[in-house]
């Protein structure tokens, strides 16, 4: 049975490590974030805000085309927000998988550069889930 799991926390807190982690580990076979859709034509990463929701909804469908094949997947966005989850708890739901969520509290330098005080804002905002 396929798993999804759901990895949140602020930029720099070690979200897309443990989600490789996993994945060298075989837990998972792929690991997706809204930020992989943010590169450019070079292989860089470029955010780009009007992008934004454009990208997580290509996270979701990636992760829906995975877990239907039969894959687990492992998502990793800072899903500061328990609304924000709740696509991905719908996927798993809807299609019998296993989910699981788990928060990453590191403390990084963060690949992004998301400034210090927008990451103290994601961390003042930031609710727990309680399922």
Not at 77 to 104: C, D, G, H
Request: glycine content about 8%.
């Amino acid at each position: 049975m396929p798993s999804i799991y759901i990895i949140r926390g602020v930029p720099g807190s070690g979200k897309t490590t443990f989600g490789n982690r996993l994945k060298a580990g075989g837990v998972v076979h792929y690991v997706l974030s809204a930020d992989d859709y943010m590169t450019g034509p070079d292989g860089e990463y470029c955010f780009n805000p009007e992008k934004l929701k454009e990208c997580h909804e290509r996270c979701r469908m990636d992760t829906i085309a995975r877990v239907r094949d039969g894959e687990s997947v492992a998502v990793c966005n800072t899903f500061t927000r328990v609304w924000e989850m709740q696509p991905y708890v719908n996927i798993a739901k809807n299609l019998k998988a296993t989910l699981y969520v788990i928060r990453s509290e590191g403390n990084f330098k963060n690949v992004h550069g998301v400034p210090d005080d927008k990451v103290e804002a994601m961390r003042a905002r930031f609710e727990e889930w309680s399922q």
